[in-house]
């Protein structure tokens, strides 16, 4: 059965940094686009970054510059690193992993990240 497991959410001042881990079981990791979503609170889940099988990655506009996504194969983990974090960034963090259509992917549970003000 697979597994999406987030870790490293919590409550951080404005202006401070997180690091979200996705820990993956039961699937090849390697060949998974794996990606980072998020839902605001009022808010529809919104996309944050992805990572290709192939390297690529492509994040949110909202987020560029101020967070990096990557990966480790080898760990069957993905990290989320974020940095100058503001109150516009609370939210539940997913993890996602799909193969092919993303109508297909496979979600975490999510992890509460609380940035105050």
């Known amino acids: 059965q697979v597994q999406l497991v987030e870790s490293g959410g919590g409550l951080v001042q404005a202006g401070g940094s997180l690091r979200l881990s996705c820990a993956a079981s039961s699937i090849i990791f390697s060949i998974y686009t794996m990606g980072w979503y998020r839902r605001a609170p009022g808010k529809q889940r919104e996309l944050v970054a992805t990572?290709?099988?192939?390297?690529?990655?492509n994040y949110a506009d909202s987020v560029k510059g101020r967070f990096t996504i990557s990966r480790d194969n080898r760990k069957n983990t993905m990290y989320l690193q974020m940095t100058s974090l503001g109150s516009e960034d609370t939210a539940v963090y997913y993890c996602?992993?799909?193969?092919?259509?993303?109508?297909?992917?496979?979600w975490g549970q999510g992890t509460q990240v609380t940035v105050s003000s």
């Open positions: 990572f290709t099988s192939a390297g690529t990655t």
């Open positions: 996602n992993a799909y193969l092919g259509s993303p109508s297909n992917a496979y």
